[in-house]
């Protein structure tokens, strides 16, 4: 016992699991990491953050074989490894379960896990293996799911248990995780989180790379801070806060919350009844669904991704056919009327439209973002000279709309696959916002953002809605549904489920509604 008056000796750190020591890596004349040293203690659970380009998915792929570092070392468990590959890693007992997952939908989930490593002399033999250990995985760590299910009839949350027990079949020590929440309701991350501490309790060691502060807060014990590819900091999660976390990824202070005032909802704008819409292959993905949206409101949709809010939004800015309903822009209805029901018509009818996924839909990166600017719009006089494009005119509206959103670099000759996606997104949401649209149709818009320009694109949206203009938002986010909405309708199955008012929409009540549970 210590004398008294004496404090108690902190308790010795775990042992590193995983270090990086000095890992350069350049792709051309860009260097993605800067002699990054981190280090993961044994045990814990381990976050990495920092805005778009920081180098954290770089070092990450390095860790995990999928990129081969310039210079530097990798020690796992005090030993330098040389890591050439994923299967490399998974020698060194790192185990990787990434954004997009690596499945065979019609495979059964024990198929699935057994893919790569079967096993023994014959299959049956290797399944019979496979079975009791990932049964015993399943118990030990909560990880329970049907072996013999097809994976692709899986929720997403099932889905992800299945990655986490491919790694630890695998034989994974070190488990890192991509984004492990994007695609999950809160009900969904909240067993995920209970998964991972029972890894940690079990001395496995947990890496997630995540731009949410607020799960690092609740889940790590440690974070690493990236900032221009170099590490910034690495610090206790008690001793840090959302706060300075963001502001040592940016580089300045950001404000984590929206500011806004109440709305002020004014005429209908759009309205929409009985909406169906099918996918090429003829299943229907919107069900009759029906809802308003006024001037000076923004309306969310929230939902998990894959429930029809992707192909509700396409109908609606004249992408993708509907099967039936009615669509009615300021009374006027589009549905029957092709002439008015299509891309090109709804965009002179004052309808602005940011996509889901701006390089596939929204920018054409092959292009400049001079061009890019007036993508939709290519035939405005404005832009136009008698024969040819009036490139004077276009470079001037993009210099314009670059620094009016701080967009960089500055430079409108650049091709848009040149941009950060933060960067790509203003670019998409400036030619959009200031053509100056009574509805603004918004597909995640802060999807692989980073935190500064999150801020601003929350920002802008407010902004246009206090001119007035009607918004309708779709997001997997959470919270940014809840702190941009002023009414918030729930997606599941290709049915409205729920409507609730931000002030009155928990993420418990939301979560249930987004699985489908309660409306």
């Not at 380009?53 to 081969?68: D, E, P």
């Not at 929409?272 to 819409?277: A, H, I, K, N």
């Not at 209805?333 to 596939?360: I, S, T």
């Amino acid at each position: 016992m210590a004398p008294i008056g004496a404090t108690e000796p902190l308790p010795p750190a775990p042992e590193p699991a995983l270090e990086t020591v000095a890992i350069d890596k350049w792709f051309g004349a860009n260097h993605a990491n800067r002699a990054v040293s981190l280090t993961v203690p044994a045990g814990t659970i381990h976050g990495v953050i920092g805005e778009n380009g920081a180098g954290k998915s770089t070092i990450m792929s390095i860790v995990y074989g999928y990129l081969r570092a310039d210079g530097g070392d990798i020690r796992v468990n005090g030993r330098s490894v040389a890591i050439r590959s994923p299967r490399d890693a998974l020698a060194a007992g790192i185990g990787m379960v990434h954004q997009h997952f690596m499945l065979v939908d019609p495979f059964s989930v024990l198929e699935n896990v057994l893919l790569g490593a079967e096993g023994g002399v014959t299959l049956s033999a290797g399944l019979a293996k496979a079975r009791a250990e990932l049964t015993r995985l399943a118990r030990d760590y909560g990880l329970e799911v049907d072996l013999d299910g097809p994976v692709g009839d899986l929720p997403v949350g099932a889905q992800q248990r299945v990655e986490i027990l491919k790694a630890l079949y695998r034989g994974a020590d070190i488990l890192i995780l991509d984004e492990p929440t994007g695609v999950l309701t809160p009900q969904e991350a909240d067993h995920l989180f209970r998964i991972l501490r029972a890894l940690r309790a079990q001395g496995k060691t947990v890496i997630i790379i995540t731009h949410k502060l607020r799960e690092i807060m609740e889940l790590t014990d440690h974070v690493t801070v990236m900032r221009r590819g170099q590490v910034v900091a690495e610090v206790a999660t008690r001793d840090t806060s959302r706060e300075q976390l963001a502001e040592l990824m940016v580089g300045r202070k950001v404000l984590l919350r929206v500011d806004k005032t109440p709305a002020s909802p004014g005429p209908e704008v759009l309205r929409v009844e009985g909406l169906r819409v099918r996918d090429p292959s003829g299943v229907e993905r919107v069900k009759g669904v029906g809802f308003s949206v006024r001037a000076g409101e923004i309306v969310g949709i929230a939902g998990v991704s894959g429930n029809g809010q992707s192909e509700l939004l396409e109908a609606l800015a004249g992408m993708r056919a509907v099967a039936g309903g009615s669509v009615r822009l300021r009374g006027e209805e589009l549905v029957g009327h092709p002439d008015r029901f299509n891309a090109r018509a709804l965009r002179q009818l004052g309808v602005g439209h940011v996509p889901e996924d701006r390089q596939r839909v929204g920018l054409v990166t092959g292009f400049s973002a001079e061009e890019c600017a007036i993508l939709g719009f290519q035939d405005d006089p404005a832009w136009n000279g008698r024969l040819l494009l009036d490139r004077a005119a276009v470079a001037e509206r993009c210099a314009k709309q670059m620094e009016a959103y701080d967009t960089r670099p500055r430079d409108g000759r650049l091709n848009a696959a040149n941009f950060s996606g933060g960067n790509q997104q203003k670019i998409v949401l400036a030619r959009e916002i200031e053509r100056n649209p009574d509805l603004l149709l918004v597909g995640q818009p802060t999807r692989g953002v980073d935190i500064g320009a999150i801020e601003f694109i929350h920002r802008r949206l407010v902004a246009l809605r206090d001119q007035g203009k009607a918004i309708l938002l779709v997001s997997v986010e959470l919270d940014e549904i809840r702190a941009l909405s002023d009414r918030i309708l729930v997606m599941f199955d290709g049915h409205l489920v729920g409507e609730a008012a931000p002030d009155e929409a928990d993420e418990q009540r939301l979560g249930l509604m987004m699985a489908g549970v309660a409306g």
